[in-house]
Structures are given as C-alpha cells and as structure tokens.
C-alpha cells in the first residue's frame, strides 16, 4: 500500500508549511487526487488516520478531491465522455485520435492549522 508513503510526504509538507507557527495541530488537509495518479482516496484517507492517529495531529481530516482524467478530440475540439475505467482510443465522432487531459494531479491544496494555546499564552 503505497498510499501511506504518500500520507506520511503529505504530513511531512504540511508540518513544513507552518514550521514557523509553533506547535498546534493539523485540523484540516486537502488534496487533490488524480484518476491517473495510481492513488486509491479511501485507502488514502485511511492511511492519513493510521498516520496521525498518536502524534499531535489526531483527529485531523484529509479532504480529497478527485480529479478525473478528460479525454479530448482536438478536432471536434471536444471532451468525449467515457464510461468509469474504460478509454477510447479515437473520437466516435471523427476518428482523430484523443488527447488525455488532466487527472494525474497530486497535490497539497489547503490546510488549516490550530496553534496551540498554552504557547500562545506564554509569548503574549
């Protein structure tokens, strides 16, 4: 299951991103996931939860948004629609081959970090 490497990278990147914040907790992170990315969002998400489960960041969330992949005809100069997992290999409409577009996305979009309180009482 590679997915836990890859929730460890996305905490590592998040915990990076409000280093300078001093200590609190990861609320909320999210991500988008494309359908070409080989990255399975529940088992993701489940990854997360093993992850975060005893550090200071239990009880944090991680949003996925999925992204599918478009198959486009440049010709027709149109997205053609495909049923779930299955791929055309030329337009229906005038054979020119299509172009695949998007879906390969894996990316850290937002996060929402809470500082801690009693550090923040002790700096005012």
């Known amino acids: 299951m590679h997915e836990l490497s890859i929730a460890h990278e996305i905490l590592r990147t998040c ?3 409000v280093a300078g914040h001093g200590p609190g907790r990861l609320e909320t992170v999210r991500v988008a996931v494309g359908e070409l990315s080989a990255v399975e969002p529940d088992l993701l998400c489940f990854a997360w939860e093993a992850l ?3 550090g ?6 991680l ?4 992204r599918p992949a478009r198959q486009h005809c440049p ?4 997205d053609k629609p495909r049923s779930a997992g299955s791929w ?8 020119a081959v299509l172009e695949v577009d998007g879906g390969d996305e894996l990316d850290v979009l937002q996060l929402t970090f809470v ?9 005012a």
């Open 15 to 17: 915990r990076q991103a």
């Open 52 to 54: 975060t489960a005893e």
């Open 56 to 61: 200071p960041d239990a009880g944090s969330r």
């Open 63 to 66: 949003d996925v948004e999925w």
């Open 75 to 78: 010709a027709c100069d149109a």
């Open 88 to 95: 055309l290999r030329v337009c229906p409409d005038c054979g």
């Open 115 to 123: 500082p801690d309180e009693k550090d923040e009482a002790t700096h």
